[in-house]
T-cell receptor
Framework: NAGVTQTPKFRILKIGQSMTLQCTQD?????MYWYRQDPGMGLKLIYY???????DKGEVPNGYNVSRSTTEDFPLRLELAAPSQTSVYFC????????????FGEGSRLTVL | QQPVQSPQAVILREGEDAVINCSSS?????VHWYRQKHGEAPVFLMI?????EQKGHEKISASFNEKKQQSSLYLTASQLSYSGTYFC???????????????FGKGTLLTVNP
C-alpha cells in the first residue's frame, strides 16, 4: 500500500507564480486534509474535505484553493505565491473524522523567492 | 486554542525516561499524540478521549487528566529510535472530536543519545 502520496517533494517558486500540490491516497478514505508546517509552529489546517465534491476552510485558507473531484485526489492550488507561503505542506487522510488516526504524506517543501 | 506543550526540548541518554506534557485552558474532548522524525511525516501514536483513560503499549504510554485538561506522554527506557519531535493535538469539548477541529501544539523535540 502506498498510503498518501504527495508530489512534488520540493519546489521553488517566484513571487506571483501559481502551482498545484498533488495528493492522492489509496486507502479509500473519505476524509482528507491539507496542513502547513512552519518551523517551531506545529501543524496548521489549510483546507479539508469530507468526501468527493465537499471541501471547507480550515484555520489558514487565505491564498489557497482546493478541489475534490474523486475520493482519491485532493490537490492544493497556490495562486499568486507569496514569501509567506514558504513552508512544508502535508496532505493527510483519515477513515473517520471523529477521533480518527491521520495518515500523512511525506510532505512537500515549497520555497517562494 | 493551541495547546501548550512542555518542555520545548529534552535530551536523554538511552535508557532514561521522559515525560512530555500537553495542556489546554479549555475543556478537552480528545488528545492525539504524533511523532515526527526529521524530514519525515508525522506518525500517529495514540488518541485519548475524555474520561481520564490511560493508553499505550510497551514503553510509550499516555494519560489524560480531565480535571486539569492535560495529557502526559510517558517514554520509558528510551531508545535511540524515540528521537524526534512529539506533537499533541487537541479537540475541544463540544466538537465531537472532529479531526478538522484538531489543533496541534508547537511540539517537543526529544533527542536520545547513546
Amino acid at each position: 500500500n502506498a498510503g498518501v502520496t504527495q508530489t512534488p517533494k520540493f519546489r521553488i517558486l517566484k513571487i506571483g507564480q501559481s502551482m498545484t500540490l498533488q495528493c492522492t491516497q489509496d486507502m479509500n478514505h473519505n476524509y482528507m486534509y491539507w496542513y502547513r508546517q512552519d518551523p517551531g509552529m506545529g501543524l496548521k489546517l489549510i483546507y479539508y474535505s469530507v468526501g468527493a465534491g465537499i471541501t471547507d476552510k480550515g484555520e489558514v485558507p487565505n491564498g489557497y484553493n482546493v478541489s475534490r473531484s474523486t475520493t482519491e485526489d485532493f490537490p492544493l492550488r497556490l495562486e499568486l505565491a507569496a514569501p509567506s507561503q514558504t513552508s512544508v505542506y502535508f496532505c493527510a487522510s483519515s477513515r473517520t473524522t471523529n477521533t480518527g488516526e491521520l495518515f500523512f504524506g511525506e510532505g512537500s517543501r515549497l520555497t517562494v523567492l | 486554542q493551541q495547546p501548550v506543550q512542555s518542555p520545548q526540548a529534552v535530551i536523554l541518554r538511552e535508557g532514561e525516561d521522559a515525560v512530555i506534557n500537553c495542556s489546554s485552558s479549555k475543556a478537552l474532548y480528545s488528545v492525539h499524540w504524533y511523532r515526527q522524525k526529521h524530514g519525515e511525516a508525522p506518525v500517529f501514536l495514540m488518541i485519548l478521549l475524555k474520561g481520564g483513560e490511560q493508553k499505550g503499549h510497551e514503553k510509550i504510554s499516555a494519560s489524560f487528566n480531565e480535571k486539569k485538561q492535560q495529557s502526559s506522554l510517558y517514554l520509558t527506557a528510551s531508545q535511540l529510535s524515540y528521537s524526534g519531535t512529539y506533537f499533541c493535538g487537541t479537540t475541544l469539548e463540544g466538537s465531537g472530536g472532529s479531526n478538522y477541529k484538531l489543533t496541534f501544539g508547537k511540539g517537543t523535540l526529544l533527542t536520545v543519545n547513546p
